[in-house]
């Protein structure tokens, strides 16, 4: 079974629900369709009614069974603007204008329990996305950094087939400095024990090994795992490692002097900013035939995703199931 | 200076929780005033609301001083 499927599979014993703020985009339609009839979540549209039926009409798409919120005029308005308004100290007129917009209503749907995730972006910037899911949402506890990690799936990796690894950040944050970098691999280790179906083992990854080195750069790394310790001290996360030595026994065996449950075992890998991180999971995509599932937002007290503007239909439901694994 | 300037500056303040005479014409949000890089939006709600206009959410990302606030609103009155 493919990781897809494996995570569809996942996904229905969960009989979670998704909010789909984008309903008058046909693939958003269309992928609420797939999710409801597949039994993957119950869908649920934001947006104004007519034109969410026009845009259904358009696609082809009957709506029969799946429920369409238009935040304007939806009884739970009130409610949302409430919650908004005290949480943000801002005046409830203000409060309303922002719930009325489909990212935050469903932020606040998902912030108040009435949708499991949020899936959207096919019409908004990440950057618009990642505004609404912090405000609405939140961070997850001891987390102020929204995220993003790809699931990366290698068909041969040393002999084991289809072997998933995590890779982070690869979308979001440039420069991270060290407190930035100890909430990516926080929020990474946390998304690795969701979905690798084996406990994360997590490296954060340099150009050094254990002191092998000395630069401001590894510097960084080490300052985030600081913080890491003293923050979580319990948790496999450990480097600096280079990518060898995170990933491959023998390499470690040599190259790490003291005990480490990551080294040489890592399956969650940190890189120290997203150069590394996006053309890492690039040159792994295309020379290691690699599957990239993502990039999915972390970070977040609840998982909600964001997608690109040329995702398709069976991109959204893929994502919206990897989301509904993760609750 | 303009009527418009004068009231983008009263609403940053009141949305960012900072002294009005700390926002000055080329004041930026995020560096000068301490605004979360996230609130961008709530500003841009805050400024819909004192200049009954509607904004869209892609152009309010741009919005990142009180001179492009003004310039942005401006093109909305």
């Known amino acids: ?327 | 200076m303009s009527d418009t300037t004068e009231r983008v500056k009263k609403v940053a303040a009141e949305t960012l929780k900072v002294d009005l005479s700390m926002v000055k014409d080329d004041s930026r949000f995020v560096e000068d005033l301490g605004a979360e890089s996230i609130q961008s939006v709530e500003l841009v709600a805050a400024f819909e609301e004192e200049f009954d206009i509607e904004m869209d959410e892609q152009g309010a990302l741009g919005v990142k001083d009180v001179g492009s606030a003004v310039v942005f609103i401006e093109k909305h009155l």
């Open chain 1, 1 to 327: 079974m493919g990781v897809i499927n494996r995570f569809i599979e996942q996904a229905k014993t969960k009989a979670g629900s998704v909010v789909l703020p984008e309903g008058t985009d046909e693939r958003i339609v269309q992928a609420a369709r797939q999710i409801k009839d597949d039994g993957i979540a119950d869908p649920i549209l934001l947006g104004d009614e007519q034109e969410v039926a026009a845009t259904a009409k358009q696609a082809g798409v009957p709506l029969k069974g799946i429920r369409v919120v238009d935040p304007k005029a939806s009884d739970k308005l009130g409610v949302y603007t409430d919650i908004y308004a005290k949480t943000r100290e801002m005046k409830p007129s203000i409060a309303a204008r922002m719930v009325k917009r489909a990212l935050f209503f469903g932020g606040m749907m998902v912030s108040q329990g009435d949708a499991d995730t949020m899936v959207a972006g096919v019409a908004h910037a990440t950057a618009t996305v990642i505004q609404a899911g912090a405000l609405t949402v939140g961070y997850a506890p001891g987390i102020e950094t929204a995220s993003s990690f790809f699931l990366m799936v290698i068909p041969d990796f040393q002999g084991q087939k289809d072997k998933p690894f995590i890779y982070a950040d690869c979308a979001v944050n440039i420069a991270p400095d060290p407190a930035e970098l100890a909430d990516i691999a926080l929020a990474s280790h946390a998304s690795g024990e969701k979905l690798l179906g084996e406990p994360a083992r997590t490296a954060m990854l340099s150009f050094s090994t254990k002191a092998s080195a000395s630069h401001d750069d590894i510097d960084k790394v080490t300052a985030a795992l600081a913080i890491i310790k003293e923050r979580a001290g319990g948790l496999n996360i450990d480097g600096e490692f280079q990518a060898d030595a995170a990933i491959i026994s023998k390499v470690a065996a040599k190259k790490v002097k003291e005990p480490s449950e990551v080294a040489g075992q890592a399956n969650v890998l940190i890189f120290p900013d997203l150069d590394a991180g996006n053309i890492a999971y690039k040159l792994t995509q295309y020379m290691a035939n690699a599957q990239a599932i993502g990039p999915f937002l972390q970070g977040f007290a609840r998982p909600i995703s964001d997608l690109s503007r040329g995702a398709s239909a069976q991109d959204v439901v893929a994502t919206t199931a990897i989301c509904i694994a993760m609750t």
